[in-house]
């Protein structure tokens, strides 16, 4: 039975999460979201890869609103696009396998109902302090700059 519980603790000790990535902010301004929607995904294409479609997190919420007696909307326009780099995945699942669980990467494009002109942009960093994560940052940043630069001016805000 002493076994069973020390065996439990060490499990649950080794289970804890680890500590949380950060999310970064980039607001784009002044900007259409088609616009920028449009300068997202060439900026993603242009690194070579290919976007998965897109997870449309702004018409869910109006779907679900009114069900979850949430009648205002949080965003005016909102997407998540989805996209994945071989060369980095294959980095970061060599340096752990736990890894698979920071890919795909994703990249948050919305717009706020009250605020017109101005599209955000939000991310994820990789989690850790790897050559893979280092790499994973510098593509997801390549790619705000990018769409930044082709859809409006930006100011980075890191939360």
Do not use: K
Not at 120 to 148: E, K, M, N, V, Y
């Amino acid at each position: 039975m002493l076994r069973a519980v020390l065996v439990a603790l060490a499990l649950a000790l080794l289970a804890r999460p680890v500590l949380a990535d950060t999310l970064v902010h980039l607001t784009i301004t002044p900007a259409r979201y088609a616009d920028a929607r449009e300068a997202l995904v060439d900026a993603i294409e242009t690194e070579g890869l290919v976007p998965s479609p897109p997870s449309r997190f702004g018409d869910m919420l109006a779907r679900t609103g009114a069900a979850l007696e949430q009648p205002t909307a949080v965003y005016a326009d909102a997407e998540v696009m989805h996209f994945c780099s071989a060369r980095i995945a294959w980095q970061l699942a060599r340096e752990n396998p736990i890894n698979a669980a920071q890919c795909p990467l994703s990249m948050a494009i919305y717009t706020l109902p009250d605020e017109a002109g101005v599209v955000h942009l939000a991310w994820r960093t990789a989690l850790g302090d790897s050559p893979g994560a280092r790499a994973a940052d510098a593509l997801l940043q390549r790619i705000a700059r990018q769409t930044a630069d082709n859809a409006g001016r930006s100011s980075p805000d890191h939360r």
